[in-house]
């Protein structure tokens, strides 16, 4: 069956320092991979999104990148973390006959 | 841009009021349509999806929504909601089956 596994489940770092948070699907091959991030008092917000490895496309300009090293991997990243990067940010994946499913999710704050 | 609206941020209702959570998008072409909720220290889960078919989705828990393709809406309905209802509900759509957008969420309160 196919799984999501995504970590840490919560992270505080400082301003200023970098950051990485993984995400890996298994049981699946080639899927579309997301992140996506919920701010407090917001909705969703799409990130990144990408459709094969090495593939990345960006939704929103700001202070993240996004990699997808392998086919089933996708990290989030940044060299100096901003308070209004705190957040709480979900990786999804969906296939050719899936819907999303959905990480269980990183709470970051930043401080 | 493509954009997803949900009417309302926040609901309060008594239990065994009725509830109708409104959605509409921006999207001219074929879409899948789907709500979503998140419980208090819980995931998103996924209440029901439209992809074709009958308008009208029932799903989880009781509730349905309907697609009515003319208004571009997708609102979500419940007869009779209950306390354990309380969460954030979130309507969302994929165009042509890409990449998903979310409304901005509606928090919804059911006094007990």
């Known amino acids: 069956s196919q799984t999501i596994h995504q970590w840490p489940a919560t992270l505080v770092q400082p301003v200023g320092s970098p950051l990485s948070l993984e995400c890996t699907v298994e049981?699946?091959?080639?899927?579309?991979l997301y992140w996506y991030r919920q701010a407090a008092g917001r909705g969703l917000q799409l990130l990144f999104y990408?459709?094969?490895?090495?593939?990345i496309s960006s939704e929103v300009p700001q202070n993240l990148s996004a990699s997808r090293p392998q086919d089933r991997q996708f990290i989030l990243s940044s060299k100096k973390l901003l308070l209004s990067d705190s957040g709480f940010y979900l990786c999804?994946?969906?296939?050719?006959?899936?819907?999303?499913?959905f990480g269980s999710g990183t709470r970051l704050t930043v401080v | 841009a493509q954009s997803v609206s949900q009417h309302n941020h926040h609901v309060i209702l008594s239990e065994a009021a009725s509830l109708e959570l409104g959605c509409n998008y921006s999207?001219?072409?074929?879409?899948?349509l789907f709500w979503y909720v998140q419980y208090p220290g819980q995931h998103l889960q996924l209440l029901l999806k439209?992809?074709?078919?009958?308008?009208l989705v029932k799903g989880i828990k009781g509730f349905e929504a309907e697609f009515i393709k003319s208004k571009f809406s997708f609102n979500l309905r419940k007869p009779s909601v209950q306390w354990s209802d309380t969460a954030e509900y979130f309507c969302?759509?994929?165009?042509?089956?890409?990449?998903?957008?979310f409304g901005a969420g509606t928090i919804l309160r059911v006094k007990s």
């Open positions: 999804a994946w969906t296939g050719t006959s899936t819907g999303y499913t």
């Open positions: 049981g699946t091959s080639n899927p579309n």
């Open positions: 990408s459709v094969g490895i090495g593939q």
């Open positions: 999207y001219g072409g074929t879409v899948n």
């Open positions: 439209y992809f074709s078919g009958d308008p």
């Open positions: 969302a759509v994929s165009e042509y089956g890409n990449k998903l957008v």
